[in-house]
């Protein structure tokens, strides 16, 4: 009651030191602070009994609105998630940091413009990298392919390291998969970071085989990370072992961004393990980059 009676207070001082010598013919509307705060939510706001954080805060109020909103994915976001963000950043500043090319989600951009025009027009400015830290060129010569499969139009950043070695390319019976990617995983120096990448919907461990294939990787490299290609954004490691990629490509209408964020998630080498044959467009690509095995130039 204290908090509030003070909060009424100085609002009553706001008005009264509110300018009086306004022309009556021309009667514009001035916006003061009483206009859109009361007493009640000013108290709140000034509450110091209370341990949240102005996250939590803003988490609890659903009419919270932000100055500026950054978001990381953002590609990743639907047309409701878009709405929801707009309504609460009223002046529309913003720092969306995303690739169109790994959007996993079917309810994701596939443009930046189909995404900001409706909320902002035209008031918007991309800003692209054109320069490729994480993967190496042998990496990046396959990475190259999906992206012109996913964007034709798309100009893909220039990678500044030669690399280890091509891209493997395994094909494989369907019993020995456990068995080549555990002997993969193996060969990688115990100074460098190597994951085991699956299909979404095989990525969980109760899928069928897929116990025994994490057995068998952890086995051979107890400090081996196995995931399902979805919790792989956003991260990296030396060595990336990709299992089946036909079947990321046919399981979702993503699959082409799904196989990009995997294989773009290598910063040194990439091994493609693929049960049975590769079909036709990783065929192509396959015999679109260099195939030898010999050592590469750092």
């Known amino acids: 009651a204290e908090q509030v009676r003070q909060a009424e207070e100085a ?6 030191s509110a300018v009086q010598d306004i022309e009556d013919d021309l009667d514009p509307e001035v916006l003061m602070a009483y206009d859109v705060v009361d007493a009640e939510s000013l108290a709140r706001r000034h509450s110091a009994d209370s341990d949240l954080t102005v996250a939590d805060r803003a988490g609890a109020d659903r009419t919270w609105a932000f100055g500026h909103v950054i978001v990381d994915e953002a590609q990743e976001l639907s047309a409701m998630a878009w709405r929801a963000l707009m309504r609460r950043s009223p002046n529309r500043w ?21 995404a900001l025009s409706p909320y902002v027009d035209d008031r918007w400015v991309l800003c692209e990298l054109t320069v490729n830290y994480r993967t190496p060129e042998t990496v990046s010569a396959v990475a190259e392919q999906l992206l012109a499969q996913i964007d034709p139009g798309a100009t893909s950043p220039r990678p500044v390291r030669a690399g280890r070695r091509p891209v493997a390319w395994l094909e494989i019976d369907t019993g020995s998969v456990g068995r ?21 919907d095989l990525g969980h461990e109760n899928a069928p085989g897929i116990a025994a294939l994490r057995d068998a990787v952890i086995a051979a490299r107890p400090d081996a990370s196995v995931l399902p290609l979805a919790l792989a954004k956003g991260l990296e490691f030396d060595v990336v072992v990709v299992v089946d990629p036909e079947h990321v490509l046919g399981r979702s209408p993503q699959g082409l961004q799904d196989l990009y964020v995997g294989a773009t998630r290598a910063t040194q080498e990439l091994v493609l393990v693929q049960p049975g044959r590769f079909g036709p467009l990783l065929s192509r690509i396959r015999e679109s980059v260099p195939d030898d095995t010999e050592e590469l130039s750092a």
């Not at 913003?94 to 443009?111: E, H, K, N, R, Y």
């Not at 080549?180 to 979404?200: G, H, K, N, Q, T």
């Open 11 to 16: 609002l009553e001082i706001l008005t009264g």
């Open 180 to 200: 080549v990617v555990a002997d993969e995983v193996s060969l990688v120096p115990e100074d460098r970071a190597v994951a085991v990448l699956l299909p979404d």
């Open 94 to 114: 913003m720092t969306l940091v995303g690739d169109v090319a790994q959007t996993s989600s079917p309810a994701g951009i596939d443009s930046w413009e189909d």
